[in-house]
């Protein structure tokens, strides 16, 4: 167990619907990260976040967005689903989001769109 | 940009074979390189790591050396076990451009009993 907390661990939806993704880092990080796991993609960096603000952007497209609250709970947000949205989202987190820091991983939410 | 590039699976190996899984990686700046690891159903977990360059990470067995003149960070282990069967990921954080981390396309790898 990793210490970090992923809700839901399935979703099943349909296009054009909207979903939030929710993620609890371990205690004491301050520093959360999104990615997507898909089959054809593999794992691709979404968005970081270190202590509320935003630090650095990854292949995130626009319908996507995310934020971390004041108890540094992160969540993500995915607008206007469409087929190819359907991936494992992870989030993980780390203690001050530097270069060489460890990354926690949840277990996944897994999103299914028909 | 920066970029990981990881040797292709699936790999299959009999139990007590060596392993070699080749990660080479395209970066500006100084980066930290990563192995992580995902067992079925589960999320990535930190296998080893290597923060500057001639560094090796080790542990449960597996060896990487951060080798910056060949842009390489290989990962190898001795004796494989059926346990090890999983996706391997080789990863780097670069500051450059803003702290992102860049993942490998994973390899798998079945090892039979």
């Known amino acids: 167990d990793s210490g970090v907390t992923q809700t839901p661990k399935h979703l099943i939806t349909a296009t054009g619907q909207r979903v939030t993704l929710r993620c609890s880092p371990r205690s004491g990080d301050l520093s959360v990260y999104w990615y997507q796991q898909s089959l054809d993609q593999g794992l691709q960096f979404l968005i970081q976040y270190y202590n509320g603000e935003e630090r650095a952007k990854g292949n995130i497209l626009e319908r996507f967005s995310a934020q971390q609250f004041p108890d540094l709970h992160s969540e993500l947000n995915l607008s206007s689903l469409e087929l190819g949205d359907s991936a494992l989202y992870f989030c993980?987190?780390?203690?001050?989001?530097?270069?060489?820091?460890?990354?926690?991983f949840g277990p996944g939410t897994r999103l299914l769109v028909l | 940009g920066d970029s990981v590039t990881q040797m292709e699976g699936p790999v299959t190996l009999s139990e007590e074979a060596c392993l070699t899984i080749?990660?080479?990686?395209?970066?500006?700046?100084?980066?930290?390189l990563f192995w992580y690891v995902q067992y079925p159903g589960e999320g990535l977990q930190l296998l080893l790591k290597a923060t500057k360059a001639d560094d090796k990470g080790s542990n449960k067995g597996f060896e990487a050396t951060y080798r910056k003149e060949t842009t390489s960070f290989h990962l190898e282990k001795g004796s494989v076990q059926v346990s090890d069967s999983a996706v391997y990921f080789c990863?780097?954080?670069?500051?450059?451009?803003?702290?992102?981390?860049?993942f490998g396309a994973g390899t798998r790898l079945f090892v039979k009993a």
């Open positions: 990863a780097l954080s670069d500051r450059t451009g803003g702290f992102k981390t860049i």
């Open positions: 993980a987190s780390s203690v001050e989001g530097d270069r060489g820091e460890t990354q926690y």
């Open positions: 080749n990660c080479t990686y395209t970066a500006t700046g100084y980066p930290s």
